[in-house]
Structure formats: C-alpha cells, structure tokens
Nanobody, 123 residues
Framework: VQLQASGGGLVQPGGSLRLSCASSGSASGISGMGWYRQTPGKERELVASITKGGSVDYKDSVKGRFTITRDSAKNTVYLQMNSLKPEDTAVYYC??????????????????WGQGTLVTVSS
C-alpha cells in the first residue's frame, strides 16, 4: 500500500485546511485509516481515526474542530481542520491499517504511512 498525502500549508489562526490521503492498491483488507501528527522532539500522536465501519475517534484537543471522513470508492481519507490554532502546527501523517491472512488463516495486521504534510498555523 502506498499513501499520498496532500493539503498542508500555512494558515492563520482560526483558518481552515483540508488534508487528503489517497491509498493505492486493494481496499479489501483495509480495517481503518487515520491521521497522526508530530512536532520536533515529540512522539507521533493520533489526531483522528476512522474504521472500516465508519466509527470515528478524535484527540480531545481537536474534537469539534477537526472532522475525518473517508471515500471508500476512492480509497481516500480526509481531515477537515477548522478553527486552527498555533498548537496544531505539526507534520501530519496519514495511516492505513490492513488485515491480511496467512495460508493458515491467521490474521496479520500491518500499518502503512504517508510521507507527511506540514501544517503551519501562524499569523
């Protein structure tokens, strides 16, 4: 699976951005997709996730401001970010979780990452 993320950039506080992440390959084994972010010196943290069934989860600090959606037909996940704050500045990474099975029927879970897109919130 290859992921191509886009949509980052420079925005003023209170502004909006929409990130996109297109996944190549078969979608049959995808169990979930998500967005993470990372700043220098800190660990990568989960921002939002969406399961194959459509259940979503958000980091507390972005609830009510960010929305994750998925277009299954296009194998694409989006992150709509509104009311952006300077503390949202980070490199954002998309992720895809897949479940494949061995010849013995044993599940094998794997995660793929996009290349990262920089979001800078500053006046």
């Amino acid at each position: 699976v290859q992921l191509q993320a886009s949509g980052g950039g420079l925005v003023q506080p209170g502004g909006s951005l929409r990130l996109s992440c297109a996944s190549s390959g078969s979608a049959s084994g995808i169990s979930g997709m998500g967005w993470y972010r990372q700043t220098p010196g800190k660990e990568r943290e989960l921002v939002a996730s969406i399961t194959k069934g459509g259940s979503v989860d958000y980091k507390d600090s972005v609830k009510g401001r960010f929305t994750i959606t998925r277009d299954s037909a296009k194998n694409t996940v989006y992150l709509q970010m509104n009311s952006l704050k300077p503390e949202d500045t980070a490199v954002y990474y998309c992720s895809v979780d897949r479940v494949d099975y061995t010849d013995l029927g044993e599940p094998v879970v794997s995660r793929s990452w996009g290349q990262g897109t920089l979001v800078t919130v500053s006046s």
